[in-house]
Nanobody, 120 residues
Framework: QVQLVESGGGLVQAGGSLRLSCAAS????????MRWYRQAPGKQRELVAA???????NYADSVKGRFTISRDNAKNTVYLQMNSLKPEDTADYYC??????????????WGQGTQVTVSS
């Protein structure tokens, strides 16, 4: 099995910064793409940022220039650095990791979610 543990959420004022982390552990042969999603109250879950195993990144238009996704392959960890936070960034943030396990198959796993609240 594979476990994802998220950390780094909290309450911050508008204009502030937070850094989210998501560490994967367990039966992992290789980690493929790692993603961050968010879900605000009453809204659908949306993709915020993604990073491939080769380091290519993409971002939602709403966070471009403010958020940075990165990964540490030695630690099986993905990060989301969030700067210039806005009240509309308030949401539960979830990491999603695509893992190649030793049986040769790929699986998607979700973190437990971490709450980010941005006050105006």
């Amino acid at each position: 099995q594979v476990q994802l543990v998220e950390s780094g959420g909290g309450l911050v004022q508008a204009g502030g910064s937070l850094r989210l982390s998501c560490a994967a552990s367990g039966s992992i042969f290789r980690i493929n793409t790692m993603r961050w999603y968010r879900q605000a109250p009453g809204k659908q879950r949306e993709l915020v940022a993604a990073i491939t195993s080769g380091g290519s990144t993409n971002y939602a238009d709403s966070v471009k220039g403010r958020f940075t996704i990165s990964r540490d392959n030695a630690k099986n960890t993905v990060y989301l650095q969030m700067n210039s936070l806005k009240p509309e960034d308030t949401a539960d943030y979830y990491c999603n990791v695509n893992v190649r396990r030793y049986n040769g198959n790929d699986y998607n796993y979700w973190g437990q979610g971490t709450q980010v609240t941005v006050s105006s």
